[in-house]
């Protein structure tokens, strides 16, 4: 039997150093490769890459925020069905809804607030036009037993199954069919990329990438990093294209806390979980 070599007691408190030095990252083996995730709560975890080397750079053009939807709820807020009115900037809102992230939900038409695709929040459908793009994110189930986030396939899967069991759907363009089948062909055309994921455990990938690349090098991009990636699909690209955390472990070392976002109409945020006894609210 094979015996591991023992660690030297100096490097093992090097090792250690290094941690503590590094503001509390915490390196985890995911997905066939370790990945610097910095865990700002349980459950809320966000790392970055340089889409160069696919590697971790604290200064990296791809950003990623892996959410446990066990542990938080995500939502899709739209100003349409808000009563904000306006297109607000991701900022405002995280800030005006308590969100602790936010990304675009997905593209829009020409008047400035109609999402492109099919589009239903609870009991009320935000855009009935329901098109040819086969993924689907569903949120909050019907059934409890069901998974809190999934990503569906459908041409699997119609989209009349994924709203009878989820309360919140959102139609948009697939970027990787499950399991890990990337669907978008190599092509002249590059862009930068927001894009919403789900991990082999379940898990919500935002994701948000500066550099401009063809959708098909972006799914080579994140099936190769240590994500663990089963299924994706694009929600924006170029300037409308965001990512904000609004967390207090988190400073952007790229964005710069003078950068304001553009204003989106429908948005797809990370709120806190409801407590299970929580009294209900006044009123309701």
């Not at 499950?178 to 994701?207: K, Y």
């Amino acid at each position: 039997m094979s015996r591991r070599p023992e660690i030297p007691v100096v490097v093992l408190w090097g090792l250690i150093w290094c941690c503590l030095a590094s503001g509390g990252v915490a390196c985890r083996e995911t997905g066939g490769g370790s990945a610097p995730w910095r865990v700002l709560e349980p459950g809320l975890e966000i790392a970055r890459f340089d889409s160069r080397t696919a590697i971790s750079a604290a200064t990296g053009d791809l950003t990623v925020l892996r959410v446990d939807p066990e542990r938080w709820r995500l939502v899709v807020m739209a100003t349409t069905d808000t009563g904000v009115g306006l297109p607000l900037s991701l900022d405002r809102w995280c800030r005006d809804f308590n969100l602790v992230a936010a990304i675009n939900a997905g593209m829009y038409q020409r008047d400035g607030k109609t999402h492109v695709g099919y589009c239903k929040v609870g009991d009320r459908v935000i855009s009935e036009a329901v098109n040819r793009y086969r993924s689907a994110a569903a949120m909050d189930p019907v059934k409890a037993d069901d998974p809190p986030f999934r990503i569906f396939d459908l041409d699997d899967t119609p989209l009349d199954s994924v709203t009878a069991a989820y309360r919140t759907v959102v139609q948009n363009l697939r970027l990787i069919k499950r399991r890990a089948e990337s669907r978008w062909p190599s092509g002249p055309e590059t862009w930068s990329e927001a894009a919403l994921g789900e991990d082999e455990q379940g898990r919500a990938l935002l994701m948000h990438c500066t550099r401009p690349l063809s959708m098909h090098d972006f799914n080579r991009l994140i099936l190769d990093l240590p994500l663990a990636v089963v299924a994706a699909q694009h929600l924006e690209g170029n300037f409308p294209a965001q990512l904000w955390v609004n967390h207090p472990g988190w400073t952007d070392p790229v964005r710069g806390p003078a950068a304001q976002s553009r204003v989106l109409p429908v948005i797809l945020g990370v709120a806190a979980p409801v407590p299970v006894n929580a009294p209900a609210p006044p009123g309701r």
